[in-house]
């Protein structure tokens, strides 16, 4: 949890201070003045990239050389993320030399209106989803999944250089000893996050909904033998591998599939059974990361209600006082978190104005 | 520095020197000034001390380890009739087997000049490997320790080593990993912990 954030140089801020508190604090502000820009600065000091764009350049403001947030956690301890032509890691007044050292102590959630791609859009945005969400959860995973992304792409190009199996073999051992720690994890957590996608689903979907999640890996194995199973597929699938140039078998291949009615919803839903379907997801992501061992987590809302009829964006509204902290991001405040509370702070031309006592 | 007050000499200096391990283009450019400053004859001792790099100092025959070509072939480590013979330490770089000379390693070495990266051109063909595999096929070697680093690329090193050093009698071997001795371990990062737990030892 954050008890204070600062900003300097980081989209249309110039600096900015602001004390936080747990429980919900809602950004108003019109478009453009920066309050999606608030949750993408704390979502940034969580994980180190954005859930707006990929180009780090579009971060910083205007002609500024770097940018700098830093955040109080609620043990009093502070994190520190200045970037320029370099990154600058902090953490309890000590430099952090790996970002998989530094992404441990936020664990920030985002829902925001491109999220449909999660639910609509193709593999690799779910097997995204729930690479970070194994990231959150364990520092050995993002381990295994950096691993296993750098043995991957180091196979690839020896196949289209059409290199010896000698040459293969000790990046399809890394692959398999990686890829197995990968597999291990998403099926340890799978099934919670399935029982709380189905919850949240529940919620927000008219009742009776037939919805199910479903983890399908690319190459089946038994519990324990995940690794002895990948090295046989990869060295099975190497005569096509290698016509391809790329690696067909392993779990850089799984599926998170989103069933309506035992049928994919990425092909067969509608555009609004999509968008409930991707807030059921990050809800379901935030709710795993309520564990004692995970940090967070942080939820931030970049005005997903608009989807939302009033009566399940009130049921959505509700549902989000769950979480530790978050922070939404609106037009205007929605009357059911007024009424319940929530702290408001205006957002103007990258200004903040706190509301205290209001 | 504007290219007005830097003439083409200087800074082709800069752009050499900002090869150099810890100098950027920066510090390359205050280095190449400060020169500036250097008396002429000093100026040229330097440049013959450069010259006489490529010159005089040469890899070892055996080991790949840099020698004073003067004084033959073999480099301080290779001619020493007390060092052990049977254990070829594998590193990527000279600058890697400084530390492991430095803790008291009585064994010999071998420097593969780097480490397999398919996506940066370096296979088999661009490391010292053929060499090393020749050595520990000798009957008098007996252990091959794998010093290569602990990223994806130096695994992958070491374990194509193991591959193509496999024989009867001979043990392949790998540096352990952990926690540095006198590490404050509420510092320590989360993957050497993980290993440390790992390979932890009976008490
Ligand atoms: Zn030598």
Redesign the interface.
Same mark, same amino acid.
């Given at each position: 949890m954050l008890t204070r954030l600062e900003i300097r140089d980081f989209r249309c801020f110039g600096e900015a201070q602001l004390e936080l508190s747990p429980g919900i604090t809602v950004f108003e502000g019109a478009n453009g003045q920066g309050k999606t820009s608030l949750l993408e600065a704390v979502f940034f000091l969580g994980l180190l990239r954005s859930f707006r764009t990929g180009d780090l350049r579009l971060l910083k403001r205007w002609k500024c050389p770097s940018f700098l947030l830093r955040g109080r956690l609620d043990d009093g301890q502070e994190i520190a993320v200045e970037q320029g032509a370099e990154r600058r890691l902090r953490a309890a007044g000590q430099a952090v030399g790996r970002s998989s050292d530094f992404v441990r102590y936020l664990g920030p959630v985002a829902l925001s209106p491109e999220d449909i791609r999660l639910a609509k859009g193709p593999a690799a945005e779910r097997r995204q989803f729930l690479d970070i969400l194994g990231s959150q959860l364990s520092a050995a995973t993002l381990g295994a999944l950096r691993d296993y992304d750098k043995a991957l792409r180091q196979r690839n190009q020896l196949l289209r250089l059409q290199a010896p199996d000698a040459q293969l073999r000790p990046w399809e051992g890394l692959l398999a000893r990686s890829g197995a720690a990968v597999m291990q994890a998403r099926a340890a957590f799978f099934p919670d996050l399935r029982a709380a996608f189905l919850d949240a689903a529940a919620a927000l979907f008219p009742a009776g909904t037939p919805l199910d999640l479903k983890l399908v890996p690319a190459v089946s194995a038994a519990p324990g033998g995940e690794e002895e199973s990948l090295i046989l597929a990869l060295e099975e699938a190497r005569p096509r591998d290698r016509e391809l140039g790329s690696t067909a078998a392993g779990p850089h291949r799984d599926e998170l599939a989103i069933l309506l009615q035992g049928r994919s919803l990425s092909s067969h839903g509608s555009e609004g059974q999509c968008r409930l379907a991707a807030i059921a997801l990050r809800l379901a992501a935030a709710e795993l990361l309520i564990s004692p061992e995970a940090p967070g987590p942080i939820l931030l809302v970049d005005d997903v209600t608009g989807e939302l009829d009033s009566q399940r964006r009130d049921v959505f509204l509700q549902r989000l006082s769950r979480f530790p902290q978050v922070f939404i991001a609106c037009t205007e405040c929605p009357a059911i978190l007024r009424d319940g509370g929530a702290r408001i702070v205006q957002v103007e031309g990258g200004r903040l104005v706190q509301n205290a006592g209001d | 520095m504007s290219r007005e007050l830097q003439p083409e000499a200087l800074r082709r200096l800069a752009e050499s020197l900002s090869r150099l391990p810890g100098l950027g283009r920066r510090s390359a450019e205050r280095a190449a000034l400060a020169l500036l400053d250097w008396k002429p004859d000093e100026l040229k001792q330097l440049a013959e001390r450069l010259a006489s790099l490529s010159e005089d100092v040469g890899n070892c025959r055996l080991c790949f380890l840099p020698t004073d070509l003067r004084k033959g072939e073999l480099c301080p480590v290779c001619a020493d009739p007390r060092r052990d013979r049977s254990l070829i330490c594998v590193v990527e770089s000279v600058s890697m087997a400084v530390p492991i000379e430095k803790s008291g390693y009585r064994g010999c070495y071998h420097v593969l000049g780097g480490k =397999?990266?398919? =996506?940066d051109g370096v296979?088999?063909g661009q490391l010292h490997l053929e060499s090393l595999r020749q050595r520990s096929a000798e009957a008098e070697c007996r252990e091959v320790l794998l010093a290569t680093s602990t990223d994806? %690329?130096g695994?992958?090193?070491a374990?194509?080593i193991a %591959?193509?050093c496999a024989r009867p009698g001979l043990t392949l071997s790998r540096l352990a990993q952990g926690i540095p001795i006198g590490a404050d371990l509420s510092?320590t990062?989360?993957?050497s912990m993980?290993m440390a737990i790992a390979r932890r030892n009976q008490f």
């Open positions: - | =397999l990266s398919p =996506l296979g088999p994806i %690329e695994q992958a090193t374990a194509y %591959e193509l510092h990062d989360s993957a993980a």
